[in-house]
């Protein structure tokens, strides 16, 4: 496994809307494998190859990932954040996140809760809520601002890495089906179909990318390639 293209598949920031960094990523590697490369109207990458006759094939992977958009820095200089896709808050506090700025920097922060400290156990049984959660880039309020506006992205800070026999690492939703799809197009020989291979955008606010490729390219044979959850963990119910 080529765990290298994976690893800065996974890295490469690009929240709803915002796909540009991980744009590019998909755009070099599909550069040279694709008989032609474009990207449409909503910032999907889609590459041709061309078949002798065949029906059409579109391959959608999703390059976007679930994350934030700054909402409010308040007078402290914390971050207030909108959610982009589904997360449980659960896993969210005291992680740390990147806050990729309006100015080029990527501030390193932590998520916390506006829950009080030391509350008795039944209020810490409830869990966090999203509403609640705030960035700490441990700077003035005013230093914030010059690095950092309301609309700018938020994404977890998390590499990826080998454990066991697994990878472990941010948006493997979907950059591994992303993975898949690039790794397919370098191993395919002669072939008949028309494939169209699409990194699509925007599916955690709604499968806009897909949608729009879908009507533009009017295939014949549609292959959605997504991951989902095992549950073959404690507290999981195995299929």
């Given at each position: 496994?080529?765990?290298?293209?994976l690893?800065?598949?996974?890295e490469?920031?690009?929240?709803?809307?915002?796909?540009?960094?991980?744009?590019?990523?998909?755009?070099?590697?599909?550069?040279?494998?694709?008989?032609?490369?474009?990207?449409?109207?909503?910032?999907?990458?889609v590459?041709?190859?061309r078949?002798?006759?065949?029906?059409?094939?579109?391959?959608?992977?999703?390059?976007?990932?679930?994350?934030f958009y700054?909402r409010?820095?308040?007078?402290?200089?914390?971050?207030?954040?909108?959610?982009?896709?589904?997360?449980?808050?659960?896993n969210?506090?005291?992680?740390?996140?990147?806050?990729?700025?309006?100015?080029?920097?990527?501030?390193l922060?932590v998520?916390?809760?506006?829950?009080?400290?030391?509350?008795?156990?039944?209020?810490?049984?409830?869990g966090?809520?999203?509403?609640?959660?705030?960035?700490?880039?441990?700077?003035?309020?005013?230093?914030?601002?010059?690095?950092?506006?309301?609309?700018?992205?938020?994404?977890?800070?998390?590499?990826?890495?080998?454990i066991?026999?697994?990878?472990?690492?941010?948006s493997?939703?979907?950059?591994?089906s992303?993975?898949?799809?690039?790794?397919a197009?370098?191993?395919?020989?002669?072939?008949?179909?028309?494939?169209?291979?699409?990194?699509?955008?925007?599916?955690?606010?709604?499968?806009?990318g897909?949608?729009?490729?879908?009507?533009?390219?009017?295939?014949?044979?549609?292959?959605?390639?997504?991951?989902?959850?095992?549950l073959?963990?404690?507290?999981?119910?195995?299929?």
């Amino acid at each position: 496994m080529n765990f290298d293209l994976l690893k800065k598949l996974c890295e490469t920031p690009g929240v709803p809307g915002r796909e540009e960094p991980i744009r590019k990523v998909v755009l070099d590697e599909m550069s040279a494998l694709a008989d032609e490369v474009r990207v449409d109207a909503m910032g999907s990458v889609v590459g041709v190859r061309r078949g002798c006759g065949g029906p059409r094939v579109m391959i959608a992977a999703h390059m976007d990932e679930i994350g934030f958009y700054v909402r409010h820095i308040d007078e402290k200089g914390f971050i207030r954040l909108q959610p982009v896709g589904g997360f449980d808050a659960r896993n969210l506090v005291a992680q740390r996140v990147h806050v990729h700025g309006f100015t080029g920097d990527r501030l390193l922060g932590v998520l916390q809760t506006m829950a009080k400290p030391g509350a008795a156990p039944e209020e810490r049984e409830k869990g966090a809520k999203l509403s609640e959660l705030f960035v700490d880039v441990g700077m003035t309020s005013e230093n914030v601002k010059h690095k950092v506006e309301v609309g700018d992205p938020v994404t977890l800070a998390r590499t990826a890495e080998i454990i066991g026999g697994n990878v472990v690492s941010k948006s493997l939703d979907n950059r591994l089906s992303v993975f898949v799809m690039l790794e397919a197009l370098r191993a395919l020989s002669a072939h008949q179909c028309e494939i169209f291979a699409v990194a699509t955008t925007q599916e955690e606010v709604g499968l806009r990318g897909a949608s729009a490729a879908a009507y533009h390219l009017k295939p014949d044979v549609g292959i959605a390639l997504d991951v989902t959850l095992a549950l073959d963990y404690p507290g999981g119910t195995e299929a």
